[in-house]
């Protein structure tokens, strides 16, 4: 898929709902910015205007609105290609267990 993505101008996403966007960090691993809606899990991805443009909705203008701020906008690709290598699995895991950690501790706590 990294072809596809790296060809691309931009990603666009319009899910009404997402678990973890997975695709959209495999967009920027690519180098590749991302129009996406404020669907769940999205903006969690998506959370800096520097990787990406999120709209309030699905509607076909507002999307198409998205897609073009995408488009008329110069990116940063190689701060795309580094932020989505903060979020490997391996790293996200390693955050999250390292939560679970925490929490495991302040519960013994009491």
Do not use: M
């Not at 991302?34 to 990406?52: F, H, L, Q, R």
């Not at 932020?83 to 390292?98: F, H, I, L």
């Amino acid at each position: 898929l990294y072809k596809w993505y790296s060809a691309a101008d931009i990603f666009c996403l319009a899910s009404s709902r997402e678990g973890w966007p997975n695709v959209l960090l495999e967009s920027l691993a690519c180098g590749t910015p991302v129009v996406a809606t404020k669907a769940w899990g999205i903006p969690e991805v998506i959370c800096s205007n520097d990787y990406g443009i999120l709209v309030n909705g699905q509607s076909g203008e507002e999307l198409a609105e998205g897609i073009l701020k995408t488009l008329n906008r110069h990116w940063n690709r190689k701060k795309l290609i580094d932020y989505a290598r903060q979020n490997t699995w391996e790293k996200v895991g390693q955050r999250v267990y390292s939560e679970f950690q925490t929490l495991l501790s302040r519960q013994s706590l009491k």
